[in-house]
């Protein structure tokens, strides 16, 4: 029953550590998931405040265009592009360059007199056009001396493509006024934003699926082709959404949200790694186990409390049983050792009276052939003094010294041994020297526990005050045994 008890204390445990992992599985998943989502809702928001800052520049450029392409309809004969340089501030703050070129591509304006009667991509060899570039974000410094660095912004790498924004002339045929263009105010609002120290942001170029900006630690040997990847497909169905995987760009597991920039086959994307991004859950995960380990070690403990009060209490049980059984058991044997003194008392009566009346000696023997009982006839008659506990060999060594034995011996030990011998077998009775007219003889009764009786007869005729059983002669107790004849 115990052991019944047991289990099911123990199984009852056992569920609920289950349930209580469950449940621990269960919290830790939700709470992965809600901040998975609120991750992916911030880089969403991020990457969509991004391209519409990147629309504005791009329609900034484009507008301005607009304004030269008119001026150079109008009057392309008057038309010096350096001096629109100082009028188009807003223009040159997002581009480096501005130029006309004909429609061989040959630069025959621009706002850099070093880049005049040259192709257009070779008259930006001295810029950075793809190569990793140290970014320093930080404000300039106010003359106010501060310990460390307090803002938010720092050095950032970046590896930025030049891009053109072009539009036609009227004339000359295949002629065009275009503006490059370098980001770099997504670079700012990349370092303005904590991400993760391994987080990224780009400009896809929709067409071809070129990377052509790529910022952050990512920018230092990114992979430019997106084209046939599973993040570029996803973003060829819809202008946003969220990809997590491992990133093409630089091999890294990343949560990713893309969204595309006004107007443009472009998109901006803005990514964070996973490790990062679910710190805060994986921090959460590792408290919610410890946790699970504590309430399954709690409930464990008790289940083996409650299975060892079963043990024990059956224990108790068990031993309040034996203790009854023990006692009735004892009552028993207290019953039956009362019931045995009782006889033995009457048994010893008996033997007394016996004792008393008898007409001959009677002597006990022990199993080691020593005295331990006789009546006073058995005294009177052997013919020599008495001890408890005295070998029959010593007593009838003493009778031989004294001349009891009949006839007289002509060896003493010799007959000293025979007689021995004669009464432990019982086999014949062996003279003692008459007293008076009667003969006397000395016989070995064995008895069946081992022992003997000596029965000493032709002692009847002596006088004697009162025939009893000489000391000593214990009165009887409850322990005494009856005498088997």
Known sequence: MEIAGAVVSFAIGAVLVVLVWMVTSRTIQDQRDQVRDSVQRNLLGQAAIM??????????????????????????????????????????????????????RVIRQDILPQAVGQNIASGYVSWPHGSLERIDTRPPQTGVLVEGDTSSERIVEARRFIMYVARPLERPPGWIIGASYRTGQLVKLFSSNWFGTNALAGIVDMKNGGLQTIIGPAARRPERNLAKTPLFANMQKTDSGVWGGVSPIDDVPRIMAFYRIPNQDM????????????????????????????????????????????????????????YLRDSAELERLRQDEARLAERSQLQSARLRTLLEHVSDGVALVDPEQRLIRWNRRF????????????????????????????????????????????????EEAVAQVALGQQDRYLRGLPVAEGGMILLLTGVAAMPMAVAEMDVPMPAPGPTAAPIEW
């Open 51 to 104: 391209a519409k800052t990147v629309g504005y520049e791009l329609l900034m450029i484009d507008q301005s265009l607009t304004v030269l392409q008119q001026a150079w309809d109008t009057d392309s004969g008057q038309f010096d592009l350096a001096k629109w340089k100082d009028r188009l501030p807003a223009l040159t703050a997002v581009s480096d360059d501005l130029f006309i070129a004909d429609n061989k």
């Open 267 to 322: 998109m901006i994307l803005v990514g964070t790694t996973e490790a990062e991004a679910l710190a805060p859950a994986a921090s959460f995960a590792s408290n919610a186990r410890m946790v699970g380990l504590l309430a399954s070690g709690t409930l464990l403990v008790i289940a083996g409390i409650v299975a060892w009060a079963f043990y024990r209490n059956r224990a108790n049980q068990r031993r309040e049983r034996a």
């Open 379 to 426: 005294e009177q008659g052997i013919g020599v003094p008495l001890e408890e506990n005295q070998p029959i060999d010593a007593m009838l060594r003493q009778q031989a010294a004294l001349g009891l034995f009949d006839p007289p011996p002509a060896d003493p030990e010799a007959e000293i041994a025979r007689r021995a011998l004669a009464l432990r077998t019982g």
